[in-house]
Structure formats: C-alpha cells, structure tokens
C-alpha cells in the first residue's frame, strides 16, 4: 500500500494579542518509512502566501540573533538542524519562549513582536518563511521605538523617559 502525504491548510488562532497568536504546526510529509521527507506545500500548508525564504545557519549558541520587530510581516520558523530558543515580547510587559528542535513542526510568527533568537545547540539552521520580500521599512530595530509601537497597538500611553 502507498503512502499517502499529508494535505492541511494551517489557519492561526483567532487572537487579540500577538503574543496568543503563535502557534505550532506539524508540517506533512512522511515521517514512518526509511526515507523522510517534510515538505511545505504552497499555499496549501502555509497560512499565508509565502514570498521570501532564507535561513540563519551554522549558528553560535554565544550569539543572540534578532532584535527586532515588524510591522507586517508574516513569518513560518523552522529548526531544520539542531535546536533553536526564541523569546517573544509583545512590548506591555508579556513574554513568550519557544523552544524548535524537530524539522518536522513550524512555527507562526505574527508580526508585532520583539524577538531574540539563540541557538541552544551549535551549528543550528533557522529556516523562515515570510510573506512578504524584504523591506527595511517594515522592521522595528530600536526596542524603545518598538515600546512606543506596542503601546499605541494595545491603546496604552508609555511615559516619555526623556
């Protein structure tokens, strides 16, 4: 008897904050048989239409990636090698940590979150998916400018400092 592969459409959670808006689903592909294969099906498997990919690789466990935010963009995250820790802010005091270790699972990444991305194991490989090319306007790299953005997201008013 043949195999047949897995046909899902992933559709995130209903959320009122992005930081319940993420969201962890298995990827289809055959996982049983002696050769294993995890495929992304376009735009059956995705919860958005995917526009760019690229992958953060060999990376340092000594090294914290990210530190930013976006505005719109969309994002699947996978840990294709090895094991990769992400921290989530939402910018009102809330924080979220998730931990990929399996290439067969993704993540949803909703846009409006601060995010700090490590390596527990060396030489691990973050692969992502976006739903949009990149675009410099979209990012958010000044944490106190991303305080601000989550504030006015949430209806809150943050204080000057200076």
Partial sequence: MKPVRQRMKVVPPPATDPLSAICRFPLPGNQTLVRRITVLDFPISSPFPIQRAYWLH????????????????????????????????????????????????????????????????LHSTLLVFASASFDEADYIRDYDAFLQFAAKAHGLTIPKTR
Avoid: S
């Fill in 58 to 121: 060999n990376l340092n466990p000594l090294e914290i990636r990210g530190h930013h935010a976006h505005l719109k963009l969309e994002q699947l995250m996978v840990a294709v090698n090895g094991c990769i820790e992400i921290e989530f802010d939402n910018g009102c005091g809330e924080r979220r940590t998730e931990v990929l270790d399996r290439p067969t699972e993704a993540l949803y990444v909703p846009p409006g979150l601060w995010r700090r991305i490590r390596a527990r194991e």
